[in-house]
Structure formats: C-alpha cells, structure tokens
C-alpha cells in the first residue's frame, strides 16, 4: 500500500468526535480523492501533513517546541517524505526528529484534524497544511533535544501552557483523556 493510499484509508475509517472534525475529514478525504500528490509538498496550494503531540508518561506535562519559523509554541509535525510508508510514521518521525526523543508510544489512531495556512512553505505563496494529528507518549526518562526547525523545545505542566491556538489546546486535552 502507498503513503497516498494509507492516508486515504485513514481518513476515510476515522470516526471523528464533532461535525466541525467530519467536515474537515471529508475535505481531506476529497483532497485526496482528487489530488494524486496531495501527500507532498509539490500538491499547492493544499498538501497533507501530520503531526504529534507528545505527552510526559505521567499525562501531568506535555513537550512543545517553538517554531523557528513560525515565532510560536506548536506540536511536533511536517510533511511526507519517500521513505514514510503510513500517515502515522511521517506524524511518528517528525516528533522523534523535532523533540530528540525516539522512545515514543504513538498512539495509531489520529486525534485531530486542522487546517492552517502557512505563508511560508512554498515560493509560489501560502499553502494549506491539512493536518493529520497523532498522540504519543515519552518514557519517563525522555530527554528532549533542540533541533534545527526549533529556537526551542520545553515541557510544559498541563495547567500551565503558554498562548496556544484553541485547536492545539484542544488536541492536548484530547491527548491526554485517550492516553493517561
């Protein structure tokens, strides 16, 4: 099965937890019903991509990491690459890439979905990250790294997170219902 297959599987199986998270699944479904690269960078103005948020083993802190680009605190997350044979590896990847940490327990199921526009991914202009997001678990002796897409990488309490988007609160909290 292709990386473009297995996400078309996913999505179309996900059983989402509000209208608002269908009709983002139905969109991304319908992306990929239409596009044939809309795994890749190259799909403009919309491409897939997934993410991670990662949670401490006691559910009690969770790992974010400050964008260097971006200027803000966001999950772990970016774009397919070749070697990624399912959605939840490019999420998986990416959080063992941008946090440092390779013992991670991702959960194989996604969370969230959202949509956000990204003025810099592409030169042609803005680009609609249509985001599969997954939840994982560090073990308790984690040591998060600071990589080179990052100014930063900070475990925070869950009663204490910095300015967040509502979606990435939200997704915290889900994580953390499922998980702990």
Request: charged fraction near 25%; include cysteine.
């Amino acid at each position: 099965m292709t990386l473009h297959a297995d996400a078309l599987a996913t999505l179309r199986e996900w059983v989402s937890p509000s209208p608002e998270q269908d009709a983002l699944r139905s969109r991304l479904v319908r992306h990929l019903e239409s596009t044939p690269d809309g795994m890749w960078r190259s799909s403009y103005p919309d491409h897939l991509t997934a993410g991670t948020i990662v949670l401490a083993a006691d559910g009690d802190r969770v790992l974010l990491n400050l964008h260097r680009k971006a200027g803000r605190w966001f999950a772990f997350g970016g774009h397919a690459e070749e070697a990624d044979a399912t959605l939840a590896s490019v999420a998986l990847r990416e959080a063992r890439e941008e946090s440092g940490i390779a013992d991670l327990d991702i959960h194989p199921v996604p969370l969230q979905l959202d949509v956000h526009v990204v003025p810099f991914c592409d030169p042609r202009g803005g680009v609609s990250h249509l985001d599969v997001r997954y939840a994982a678990l560090a073990g308790p002796d984690a040591q998060e790294v600071v990589s080179d897409e990052s100014l930063a990488v900070r475990w925070w309490p869950i009663d204490g997170l910095p300015e967040l988007e509502p979606s990435m609160t939200d997704l915290i909290h889900r994580a953390r219902d499922l998980l702990c």
